[in-house]
């Protein structure tokens, strides 16, 4: 029998993001982790979502979430933090889930250094939010909203 929650989704947050509001303002704005939780938690209350959140600096936990949420959760929402220029183990594991994901950055890599051009997320994402600094986690979930109502 399937336990699958047709409407949870996990927002995935990487590396540093629990820094946000003191770390780099100039790049990533002066909200927390939890202001922007505060923000995704609200548009998915609003579109009949329950969000289930986990932050780690650690590539295997993210991956442990993610295994977590198969057959559990309907969607996913990720920021990888650095993790989604090189973390493989990261695209391994989202390919190996079933519903729709959306890769959501704070800042948009592809104008800042070479080595943030790349993301190893994008080819298992549905599509990627980048650049829109705290409304992008409301922009997410009505993405992932969108794809699962669809
Ligand atoms: C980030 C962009 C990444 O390049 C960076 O390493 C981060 C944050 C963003 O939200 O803009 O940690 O994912």
Redesign the pocket.
Same mark, same amino acid.
């Given at each position: 029998m399937s336990t699958m929650s047709d409407r949870t989704v996990l927002l995935l947050s #990487? =590396? %540093? &993001?629990n820094l946000l509001g003191e770390r780099e303002p100039d790049i990533?704005g002066s909200a927390t982790l939890d202001d922007h939780l505060a923000g995704a938690t609200a548009a998915a209350t609003a579109r009949g979502l329950t969000l289930e959140h986990v932050q780690s600096n650690h590539e295997g936990e993210l991956v442990d979430a993610i295994h977590d949420a198969r057959g559990r959760c309907a969607g996913i929402v990720v %920021? =990888? #933090?650095?993790f989604?220029?090189y973390a493989w183990a990261i695209h391994d594991a989202l390919a190996a889930f079933d519903g729709p994901i959306v890769e959501l950055? &704070?800042?948009n =890599?592809a104008a +800042?250094e070479p080595w +943030?051009h790349t993301s190893v997320v994008a080819p298992v994402a549905a599509g990627t939010i980048?650049g829109f600094g705290a409304a992008g986690y409301r922009m997410a979930v009505e993405a992932v909203a969108d794809l699962l109502d669809r």
């Open positions: #990487g =590396p %540093n &993001l990533y %920021n =990888p #933090g650095a989604t220029h950055h &704070l800042s =890599p +800042r +943030r980048a």
